[in-house]
């Protein structure tokens, strides 16, 4: 599996610069790959930026070259959508440790050419935004209009506006936290221990053999998809429903309707993911505290950030980054006198609600992008 | 559409350039207004679907509540602080009125006076709570839990020594005089600030 999607060509740009990373390590070259829609304006003041998930990618409004599935936020991004692309030119770039084209684990080894698997260094959401930065510099652009994330990508919109202030006029921040909580931590902690315990895992160097650890990254998948839910949904989406059959079997197969659906989200899982980009990913969320560098105060993050303008966005079925964590980025920014609008939706899904038909959502986005633009 | 005239006097007396902040500011209307005239106006609201309609507007608003986020604004974060048509929903308006003089030097604060002589007469002939067009819902469903009066709010800023630097009395849309307030003004706009 993973060799397949490694075979894919992804459009991206390698910066011969080194970036320093977080860990203290530092990459010599940077591969970026990224996509972008519309124009960009003479006076490049047009500039949005949308940074994914976890599992999202560079492709948030082109069909998925591994899937043929629809870019991951085509109901979001396009012409006369919120993020209109008639008006705005939207970068998306997949993430530093990714698998879709830019520096990660499945990168080769500048001396020896082989996979550089756990031999690529652990990487941070600051590192995947400075890799970011170097894309726009590349890009010759200075100043974004706005960056927008969901989940992970929030938490690259607040390190944007953290770090670069003065490079962006408004970040939109949709179910996302400033930190990864224990529970967080937690279920990513599971998923890594089900790909390592793999025993096609091979200590993450399987690029070459004809073996991955798809089992495990596909239980991995199953566990996070769980935390993407709501429990409502799942209740009305399954019940206690059975699969395709009148009775229960007093086996293992997959009896339960929600029991089969997750095998099949693994299953996919790993038709376009690298479990080692899962590791690294994982991880690079779970040390992400805006607050830390700042003496635990969260406001410190944001003291050169009161002219952005920021939207957060959380729904109340979202209990893996649940609105207090919203609202704990919001006191944070009222407390630097930054603009802020925030609100709590209300959707059935869970945390994959800023995914899905959320009609509000696409109200509130595409009037965050015009507020003082 | 026309403001509410309450939200027109707030909004004409507020000047170009001034920060301001609106408390309970439904879907953005008095926003919208300021915004017109260079008044960087920002908003908290409590129901979500005005946050959102006032959000899609391009405003920058808050879903919270008056009784419990303002302590969350820092100190003289605003040139105005304004409370329309919300005072009498406050759990402790003594303490709202308070935190509105923290967050700015200045507030508007404007609520439906009870002692207006429709609401005396309703209480005086029939012994019941009036439902009148300012107060139009009755006593059991009535987001209005602390009912007060243009004298009782007069007392009220004097014994926490606030100014009172301006005050415009509403009976319907038409002006009333300071001294007939208490009877006639359905609807009174206080202009106050730190005494």
């Known amino acids: 599996m993973a060799s397949r999607l490694h075979a894919i060509q992804h459009h991206s740009v390698t910066i011969d610069a080194p970036l320093a990373l977080d860990s203290g390590q530092a990459l010599p070259s940077v591969t970026i790959a990224f996509q972008s829609y519309g124009t960009l304006a003479a006076d490049k003041s047009n500039a949005v930026l949308i940074c994914h998930a976890l599992t999202g990618d560079q492709y948030v409004a082109s069909d998925h070259p591994a899937t043929g599935k629809p870019g991951w936020w085509a109901r979001m991004v396009g012409p006369g959508k919120p993020v209109d692309t008639d008006l705005y030119f939207v970068i998306c770039a997949n993430v530093l440790g990714s698998c879709m084209g830019s520096s990660g684990p499945a990168t080769p080894d500048a001396a020896t050419g082989a996979p550089l698997g756990m031999q690529f260094p652990v990487i941070t959401i600051g590192d995947m935004v400075r890799a970011q930065a170097m894309l726009l510099d590349h890009l010759g652009i200075a100043r974004l209009h706005a960056v927008i994330g969901g989940s992970m990508g929030g938490m690259q919109a607040l390190a944007w506006a953290s770090a670069w202030p003065e490079r962006l006029a408004s970040a939109i921040v949709i179910a996302s936290a400033a930190r990864h909580s224990a529970q967080n931590i937690a279920f990513h902690e599971v998923g890594r221990q089900a790909i390592m315990a793999d025993p096609d895992w091979q200590d993450g160097q399987y690029y070459g053999s004809d073996r991955a650890p798809t089992k495990g990254l596909a239980v991995a998948r199953m566990a996070a998809h769980i935390t993407y839910l709501s429990e409502a949904g799942l209740t009305e989406k399954f019940g206690r429903r059975l699969q395709g059959r009148e009775a229960k079997t007093f086996g293992f197969d997959a009896d339960f309707q929600v029991e089969s659906y997750l095998r099949y989200q693994g299953l996919a899982f790993t038709d376009r993911f690298d479990a080692n980009a899962y590791l690294y990913i994982t991880r690079a969320m779970d040390y992400f505290d805006l607050a830390e560098p700042h003496d635990g105060r969260l406001a410190g993050a944001f003291a050169g950030a009161k002219d952005v303008r920021f939207t957060l966005v959380s729904f109340d079925t979202d209990w893996l980054y649940p609105t207090a964590e919203s609202r704990r980025i919001v006191q944070a920014l009222q407390s630097v006198g930054a603009a802020a609008s925030f609100v709590e939706l209300s959707a059935p899904f869970g945390h994959d609600s800023f995914l899905l038909d959320v009609p509000a959502l696409d109200r509130l986005v595409a009037g965050a992008l015009k507020n003082g633009g | ?195």
Request: aromatic share 8%.
């Open chain 2, 1 to 195: 559409m026309a403001l509410r005239p309450d939200l027109a006097i707030i909004a004409a007396a507020v000047p170009a350039r001034a920060r301001a902040l609106d408390i309970g500011c439904g879907d953005g209307e008095l926003i919208a207004a300021l915004r017109d005239k260079g008044v960087d106006a920002r908003g908290l609201e409590i129901d979500p679907s005005n946050v959102t309609a006032a959000i899609a507007r391009g405003q920058s608003v808050v879903q919270g509540d008056a009784n419990r986020d303002l302590i969350d604004y820092p100190a003289d974060g605003f040139d105005y602080a304004i409370l329309s048509q919300t005072l009498q929903t406050t759990e402790r308006p003594d303490r709202v009125v308070g935190e509105l003089l923290r967050i700015a030097p200045r507030a508007f604060v404007s609520f439906p006076n009870f002692a207006h002589w429709r609401v005396r007469l309703a209480l005086l002939w029939n012994g019941r709570m009036p439902v009148t067009r300012l107060l139009p819902v009755a006593w059991y469903e009535t987001p209005n839990i602390h009912h007060v009066t243009v004298s009782d709010f007069r007392q009220l800023i004097a014994d926490k020594g606030i100014r009172v630097e301006r005050a415009w009395y509403l009976s319907g849309d038409k002006p009333t005089s300071d001294a007939a307030a208490s009877w006639r003004a359905e609807h009174a706009i206080f202009l106050i600030s730190r005494g």
